[in-house]
C-alpha cells in the first residue's frame, strides 16, 4: 500500500491555483494604484490651475464644486463676535518645524447682506482664546481666498463639537445654523497669504495644494509581491515534485 501511494503522481494543482489565485489579486490592486496615482495627479493639476486662475470678484452661484480652490476677492466687513475653531491642524515654519493648533474660522458680511465663512488661517494651541493675540480687522475690509466646497466627513473624523466649539470639518452651513446666521455662502474661503511678511495670528496661507501621492510605490509593491510570489511557487514546486521523483526512484531501487 506504501508503495502504491509513493507511485502515485504528485499534484501541484492546488498549489498552482491557490497561488493563480493570490497573483490575481495582488495584479488587481497594484492596477487599482495605478488608476488612485492618475486620479490624484489629475486633482492636484486641477487645483494648481484653479489657483493661477484670475481671481473671482463675485460670489458664485450654481454648483460651487466648479470654482473650487478659484481665488475669489471680495469686500465686507468681519463679525467679530462669532469664532469657530478647526482643531488637528499643523504649520509647518521656516526651519521645517511643525507645530500644532487650530484654524480660525470668521464670518465676513458683504455689502449685500451675504456672509461667507473666512478661513483666516492657522493659530498655536495656545492662542485659540481670541483675547491673547491680534483682534479682528475692523471695518470696511477687501480679502482675498481660495474656494473650499464641504467634502465629506472621511470614516475616522469625528463629528463636529457645535456645543464645544470644536470642528473637525468644515461645513458652513453648520456653522451658520450654530451661530444664527443665514444667507451664508455654501463654501468656505481659505484667505491667502498676505503680500507682505507677518508674525500675526492667525497666520493665512495655509491652503495645502499637493496631496500626499504615494500610490506609485503601492503599485510596484503590489506588483513586486505578485512577481515574488509567481517565482516562489515554482520553485516550491520544482523542488516538490523532484523530491517526489526521488523517493519514487529509491522505493523502485
Wanted: glycine share 8%; charged share 15%.
Amino acid at each position: 500500500m506504501t508503495t502504491l501511494q509513493a507511485e502515485k503522481p504528485l499534484s501541484n494543482l492546488p498549489l498552482f491555483l491557490a497561488a493563480g489565485i493570490a497573483v490575481v489579486i495582488l495584479i488587481v490592486l497594484g492596477t487599482w494604484q495605478l488608476q488612485r496615482l492618475q486620479w490624484k495627479q489629475a486633482l492636484m493639476t486641477a487645483r494648481q490651475t484653479a489657483v493661477a486662475a484670475a481671481p473671482l470678484t463675485a460670489l458664485p452661484t450654481g454648483d460651487v464644486s466648479a470654482v473650487a480652490f478659484r481665488r475669489l476677492r471680495l469686500t465686507g466687513t468681519y463679525d467679530s463676535r462669532v469664532e469657530f475653531h478647526l482643531s488637528g491642524q499643523s504649520l509647518a515654519d521656516s526651519r521645517g518645524m511643525s507645530q500644532a493648533g487650530w484654524h480660525v474660522v470668521t464670518p465676513f458680511t458683504l455689502a449685500d447682506g451675504a456672509t461667507v465663512m473666512v478661513d483666516r488661517g492657522f493659530v498655536p494651541y495656545d492662542l485659540k482664546d481670541p483675547s491673547r493675540r491680534a483682534p479682528v480687522p475692523v471695518g470696511v475690509q477687501t480679502i482675498e481666498g481660495l474656494i473650499r466646497p464641504a467634502g465629506p466627513r472621511g470614516w475616522m473624523v469625528p463629528e463636529n463639537d457645535v456645543r464645544q466649539n470644536v470642528w473637525f470639518t468644515l461645513d458652513a452651513d453648520a456653522m451658520a445654523k450654530a451661530a444664527g446666521l443665514t444667507g451664508v455662502a455654501p463654501f468656505t474661503l481659505d484667505l491667502v497669504a498676505g503680500a507682505a511678511p507677518s508674525n500675526d495670528w492667525p497666520r493665512g496661507g495655509q491652503t495645502r495644494l499637493d496631496l500626499p501621492n504615494n500610490h506609485l510605490q503601492y503599485a510596484l509593491t503590489w506588483y513586486s509581491l505578485a512577481g515574488v510570489l509567481i517565482i516562489v511557487t515554482g520553485l516550491f514546486a520544482r523542488a516538490r515534485t523532484r523530491s517526489a521523483a526521488q523517493t519514487k526512484e529509491g522505493l523502485r531501487g
